[in-house]
């Protein structure tokens, strides 16, 4: 067996990589808004805010499916960052909108 073969069987058996575990994430984000957001325009209710529901709703189940287990890896870092950023910005908007009703 060459060097090279022998390099990409102890790479297979080290598990998957970073991009590995990346890519499906992003994959289930692009899949659920071009799914998602077309169906909510077809009802006429494509606004900012419920777009961006639909979108964070869509990043915490994808962040839910594809946790990594054993590693803590930059890509998982981050979106735990952009979870927080987006659940102040939903804060902020119910907020408005309870206001706007008097509540």
Known sequence: MSDYS???LGMR?????EVDT??????TQAGWLAVSVP?????????TESVFVLAFVG????????????SNPRW??????VSRGGFVV??????QR?????I
Do not use: N, T
């Open 6 to 8: 022998k390099s990409l």
């Open 13 to 17: 058996q080290e598990g998957p990589s």
């Open 22 to 27: 990346f890519r499906p994430f992003v994959a």
């Open 39 to 47: 169906i909510v325009a077809s009802f006429g209710m494509a606004s």
């Open 59 to 70: 990043f915490l189940s994808a962040c839910l499916l594809f946790e990594p287990v054993e």
């Open 76 to 81: 998982w870092r981050l979106s735990v960052w």
């Open 90 to 95: 939903l804060g902020y908007w119910v907020f």
């Open 98 to 102: 309870a206001r706007e009703l008097g």
